[in-house]
């Protein structure tokens, strides 16, 4: 972890982390908690940025780039995560085409939309039944481990891979200078 | 080939051809490895019968993902030709894609669309080509001016030389029989991937 990391929010670490591992290509499919993150590749000339009409489309671009010499990954939210079982069963998985997918995870706590409760609540049986290797990222300070690990293991060995940005990282209040003098 | 030339030719007036037939052809043409990607079920049977190029992968499922794949075969390679073989049924499905190429403009890409207006290996139920939808239509609208069909045989070849030598992103829509294909995939995804990417020059 650098020096700066505490004046670094996710966004800035996963970038990094995604640089540190010549991850070049991110396809997305927009989300509201991602959107730092989309504002920051979009920015940076060292990512080639593409956003598909669907996710199943962006994990095809992605798996193409793949064979053909460049990594990306996928960016989505849970539901678009949901339209995914099938091109992860019939193409990465049987191919071995590792393919990173970086999910926000909405519908978990404090969500007021029922449909996205209840999708949030297919996402892990989906990657448990289809043995893809997931990790939940809770805490900022475990951000840069957990992405630069997963993707490192999933280019070894020839496996998709599912990071989840739980609401613990992407939406709880981070503690302010005032709050921690107060305790 | 001005765009007129393009746009002169109807679905309607466009000749009934034989896939397998055109896949010949197509691959005929290729002298500088070429990528081609087969889309699921006959597409890539009659690729597959048309010769076991390297440079050929083989999709045997994830209907619709043809051309996605493609597209990412071009961005990350954009000094190679690439080909996306689709059916009309696996395009319907993703007809999304069709914008996503015309954004992104390869100049090397080309997509060719075949079209016998049904779910021919499910059991030949009819598409919405049958009826109402005109695919390369559609890829025009959705920003893919360099889309045409192809009137014959001789058309389709020089579309295909077009699209060869010429700046993409092409569309080649084909009216085709419901003839069988002439042979079928040998199905083992992991060698596939790994073949195709031997062709490609990239280390697996």
């Known amino acids: 972890m650098s020096a700066d990391s505490f004046a670094e929010n996710w966004p800035e670490i996963a970038v990094r982390a995604l640089k540190a591992n010549d991850v070049r290509l991110v396809a997305y499919v927009p989300d509201n908690v991602l959107a730092p993150l989309i504002r920051l590749v979009h920015d940076d000339p060292y990512f080639t940025v593409v956003c598909p009409a669907r996710e199943e489309e962006a994990v095809g671009i992605v798996a193409g780039a793949y064979m053909a010499g460049t990594r990306g990954i996928v960016l989505m939210q849970t539901s678009g995560f949901a339209t995914l079982p099938n091109v992860l069963a019939s193409l990465l998985s049987p191919y071995r085409i590792p393919v990173p997918m970086m999910i926000s995870e909405r519908g978990a706590v404090g969500d007021f939309q029922l449909g996205q409760a209840m999708v949030c609540r297919t996402m892990r049986p989906v990657l448990t039944a289809l043995g893809i290797p997931h990790f939940a990222i809770e805490r900022r300070d475990d951000v840069e481990f957990v992405v630069g690990s997963m993707i490192g293991q999933a280019f070894a060995t020839h496996e998709p891979a599912a990071m989840i940005l739980s609401p613990l990282l992407t939406k709880k209040p981070v503690p302010t200078a005032a709050h921690a003098a107060a305790r | ?204």
Do not use: C
């Open chain 2, 1 to 204: 080939m001005p765009d007129s030339e393009l746009r002169s030719v109807s679905r309607a007036s466009a000749k009934v051809m034989n896939r397998a037939d055109l896949t010949r052809r197509l691959v005929a043409r290729l002298e500088r490895e070429e990528a081609v990607i087969g889309g699921i079920g006959n597409s890539n049977f009659d690729l597959w019968a048309s010769g076991q190029r390297p440079q050929n992968f083989y999709m045997l499922g994830s209907m619709g993902l043809a051309i996605p794949i493609a597209l990412g075969v071009a961005m990350a390679q954009p000094a190679r030709r690439v080909f996306a073989l689709e059916g009309d049924g696996s395009l319907l499905m993703e007809l999304g894609a069709l914008g996503t190429v015309a954004a992104q403009a390869p100049r090397n890409l080309a997509i060719v669309v075949w079209d016998n207006g049904m779910y021919q290996i499910t059991g030949s139920q009819k598409t919405l080509t049958s009826s109402t939808v005109d695919l390369i239509g559609v890829a025009r609208a959705a920003g893919l001016a360099r889309s045409s069909w192809a009137l014959d045989e001789a058309h389709f070849e020089s579309l295909v030389e077009q699209a060869l030598d010429g700046d993409g992103p092409w569309v080649i829509g084909a009216r085709i029989d419901g003839e069988k294909p002439a042979g079928t995939t040998e199905r083992d995804p992991a060698k596939i991937r790994l073949r195709f990417m031997q062709g490609l020059g990239v280390a697996a």
